[in-house]
């Protein structure tokens, strides 16, 4: 398997990634037992549906926009934005233009 992101030298997340027509696109960065860190890309309407996770996870908009509902609450988040998605707590995410994303997530 070749390896995406080397250790020790300089990478542009945003340009890690491309979009896939219709589809979704993730690729692992970092992962070991304290958690991990995946770059996504989303097509325009695509999405992760409602679920919940047992941390929390900080979601990064690297490019676009994306609608993230966590429990009632919707809200738009643009390029250079960031959340905290609550762990335990229903989220879900719509692109609604093509977006990019850094999700990491730590476990407690």
Known sequence: MAKTFEKGKIFNLKTMIEYA???VIS???LKNPAGNITLF???KEEG???HTTP???LVEVLDGKVEITIGDEKMIVAEGESVILPAKIPHALLAIEKFKMLLTMIKG
């Open 21 to 23: 027509e219709g589809g």
């Open 41 to 43: 890309s989303f097509d």
């Open 48 to 50: 992760l549906s409602e």
């Open 55 to 57: 941390f929390d996870a």
């Open 27 to 29: 690729k692992q960065i």
